[in-house]
């Protein structure tokens, strides 16, 4: 059997040589010795010649380290590089771009080393430093990560408390709406040859609103249009409807869910329901964001309209599906953006 000797360290492969090396020189074929060892036979020959070289002998059979291609930068200038590209972008180091691009770190490098690196060595580099290309989120740049943190921290489990104290439960609402003619989603097609996906030549839009719980609870309904005061107090109304424990909902901050036509319908309840404001700009708080990703992955995005639908009933029906299966309800309370909801 052949061995390859680059699988083995180069401990046992010094040790090796020594070996063969002293059993020749003791009598022994080097044909034999070699095959032994299970390499081929013309690498004792190698091993011989290098150690019969004048004032060398054997120490031309040692393992050296081998020296590579000199760093070019320094370990603390490496976890520089990190800080620089974790969590911030290059407009915050005076550079006129928004995404980091290995040219950017390149130039940055550059600019604060005095060192030139190459698109392959920058690559290479920010690899090493378990550093990947990938997507970003977009946030909008009015958020406030005070107002989260206090959301977080002290809003919502003051919240859960109070909650728990009467009795009463904590669901989170949302509205979003659909047209029958978006197609979400990519397809496999000929290149060069854009795939047609057929859809009704009628335009269908509707709006649906939900409220999750995370005990599995949900709440649904559509209607036409934009969401007005008049007809998020209308909602609210068909929510509550033959409840009996108190309801603390959670909501975004829409314009229609901050008039004094809906705080009056609050306080009209005596209790029953009440209302509270998410930070702005901060959807990733709200898990009933997750019921729309899923119904626009799985939904009719996935299956556009046939002939005679009607997308209301589609999303009804869709609706309704969720609200038969809890445990998928409560699936949208696991993404680590809302982890500070089940903490309480």
């Not at 083995?8 to 034999?32: C, I, Y």
């Not at 698109?119 to 909008?140: C, N, S, Y």
């Not at 989170?172 to 996906?197: C, K």
């Not at 309704?320 to 445990?327: L, N, Q, R, S």
Request: aromatic letters at 8%; charged letters at 25%.
């Amino acid at each position: 059997m052949k061995r390859d000797g680059r699988t083995l360290d180069h401990a046992t492969l010094e040790t090796l040589r020594l070996m063969a090396v002293e059993r020749v020189r003791d009598g022994e074929a080097p044909s034999m010795v070699i095959a032994a060892y299970g390499f081929n036979r013309t690498t004792i020959y190698r091993w011989l010649k290098a150690a019969a070289k004048p004032g060398v002998g054997l120490r031309a059979l040692r393992a050296r380290q081998a020296s590579g291609r000199p760093r070019s930068l320094t370990p603390r200038q490496e976890r520089q590089v990190f800080r620089w590209v974790n969590g911030k972008g290059p407009r915050q180091y005076g550079l006129d771009f928004g995404l980091w691009t290995r040219s950017v770190v390149a130039e940055l490098i550059e600019g604060k080393f005095g060192i030139r690196l190459g698109l392959t060595a920058v690559g290479a580099l920010l690899a090493k430093l378990g550093l990947t290309p990938q997507k970003p989120l977009q946030r909008a740049y009015q958020r406030d990560p005070d107002a989260i943190e206090r959301w977080q921290r002290e809003t919502y489990p003051a919240i859960a408390r109070q909650a728990k104290a009467d009795g009463g439960e904590v669901f989170f609402w949302d509205e979003s709406g659909f047209r029958a003619d978006a197609v979400h989603g990519r397809t496999w097609g000929v290149r060069g040859q854009t795939p047609v996906v057929e859809r009704p030549g009628q335009r269908q839009s509707i709006s649906a609103a939900s409220a999750v719980n995370a005990k599995g609870g949900f709440w649904h309904c559509t209607y036409e249009g934009g969401l007005t005061a008049e007809l998020f107090v209308s909602l609210l109304s068909m929510m509550m409807r033959h409840r009996k424990k108190p309801v603390h909902l959670v909501v975004d901050g829409l314009p229609a869910h901050k008039t004094k036509l809906v705080k009056d319908y609050v306080q009209s309840t005596e209790g029953r329901l009440t209302l509270h404001i998410l930070p702005g700009y901060a959807p990733e708080l709200n898990p009933d964001e997750a019921v729309w990703s899923h119904m626009k992955r799985t939904g009719v995005a996935r299956a556009p309209l046939r002939k005679g639908e009607r997308l209301r009933d589609k999303i009804d029906g869709q609706l309704a599906a969720i609200k038969a299966a809890p445990k998928l309800v409560r699936s949208f309370f696991r993404a680590p953006s809302v982890a500070y909801v089940t903490d309480w």
